[in-house]
């Protein structure tokens, strides 16, 4: 090897071992620990705008930590972040410092959400969401998205249109109507909007309008995407706080996961099941609260929001052998669904519309 190439090699090598944990010079900020930042919202994704010099990262356009459902970055070979900014996912603070370790030097970066507002829209210390349908130009699209026509029972008649989720008067109505002989319903979800950990309690006050014998209501949660900790449907949860048809004078509560299903036997009284009476042509508020340790759904006949009556508590048995049992889904994110339509897997008969279920407001508070 000629002396000419010997030092060319080693100013080379010289250079890798400076840059350390920042060799990869194609990147923007390549050089500097933390290379790119970026959070999701939706089907949004936002690139932070970083200063090396101040070791902030911004990001302009997130009003609502909640709604943050993916963090993703770029770090300097070798380098580490701590702590993983995915566990601040659904609870996103308007100012978070991560420490990026490099070659046994540690930097401190702020990721900065400079639009922030609340955690969801409404939200306050102890109320983590609050819509009372007062607003006079819509449902509010920081929260609620209309659901589409599906092929579950529940969802074959939804028009995922606002002619049949709407708000009046400052209710929120989901209506069911006959347009030229076929049916069609109204509903609406938090799904990709906003979404709840435990522990919390859910609250929905509502009414049910000119009811009749093929229609059914419902008021209940389902994971957010990201939060099918078992897989599909049922091993995963699903919470239903009220469920409701005309041919019963009474309300229906109960869970859905993969022992429930399996081991239990779905629909076990004062296991994962209750009844409930309700009062009929008047609001009654529905309601659940969802912990770690138990989810305790509340009995409609009676239940005020300072007297609360316990229809069943399913509880968290702490098993081994979780794994395998998959017992306990329900510390994971549940979105909101509030629905009117088919009641069971019947059809809607036209002679039965309209019929409507009123919504006064929603509520989810802190535990």
Not at 190 to 205: C, N
Not at 292 to 301: G, K, L, M, T
Not at 327 to 345: E, R
Request: a negative charge; aromatic letters at 12%.
């Amino acid at each position: 090897m000629t002396r000419k190439m010997t030092i060319l090699l080693t100013a080379a090598l010289t250079a890798l071992t400076m840059a350390g944990c920042a060799e990869n010079a194609s990147a923007p900020d390549a050089g500097y620990p933390l290379e790119r930042f970026t959070l999701t919202v939706g089907s949004n994704i936002y690139h932070a705008s970083i200063n090396q010099e101040t070791r902030t990262a911004t990001i302009g356009a997130i009003k609502y930590g909640g709604q943050v459902s993916a963090a993703d970055y770029r770090l300097a070979d070798g380098a580490t972040i701590s702590p993983d900014p995915n566990d601040f996912t659904g609870d996103w603070p308007a100012s978070q410092d991560f420490t990026v370790a490099c070659d046994g030097e540690e930097t401190v970066y702020t990721v900065i959400l400079s639009a922030y507002e609340n955690r969801f829209p409404g939200a306050s210390e102890d109320v983590l969401f609050f819509d009372d349908f007062d607003q006079p130009d819509g449902l509010d699209p920081d929260a609620w998205v209309y659901v589409p026509k599906g092929t579950a029972a529940w969802q074959v008649s939804m028009s995922g249109s606002p002619a049949h989720s709407y708000i009046e008067d400052g209710k929120l109505v989901l209506a069911v109507v006959n347009e030229d002989g076929k049916c069609f319903s109204g509903g609406v979800k938090t799904e990709g909007k906003l979404w709840f950990r435990a522990p919390f309690r859910i609250e929905v006050r509502a009414k049910f309008v000119d009811d009749a014998g093929s229609i059914g209501q419902a008021v209940w949660m389902m994971p957010e995407y990201g939060y099918w900790t078992y897989g599909g449907w049922p091993d995963s949860g699903e919470i239903d706080i009220m469920e409701h048809s005309y041919l019963h004078d009474y309300v229906q509560h109960t869970l859905h996961s993969h022992y429930i299903d399996t081991y239990t036997g779905h629909n076990t009284p004062d296991v994962d099941l209750a009844y409930s009476g309700y009062n009929k042509d008047a609001y009654n508020i529905y309601s659940a609260d969802v912990t770690d340790d138990y989810v305790r759904i509340y009995d409609a006949n009676g239940c005020t929001e300072d007297n609360p009556q316990i229809a069943f508590t399913y509880k968290n048995q702490h098993r081994e052998n979780e794994a395998e049992l998959m017992q306990w889904p329900f510390s994971g994110g549940f979105h909101i669904i509030l629905s009117v339509g088919p009641a069971g897997a019947s059809s809607i008969k036209p002679e039965d519309c309209p019929s409507y279920m009123l919504v006064d407001w929603v509520r989810v508070t802190k535990l």
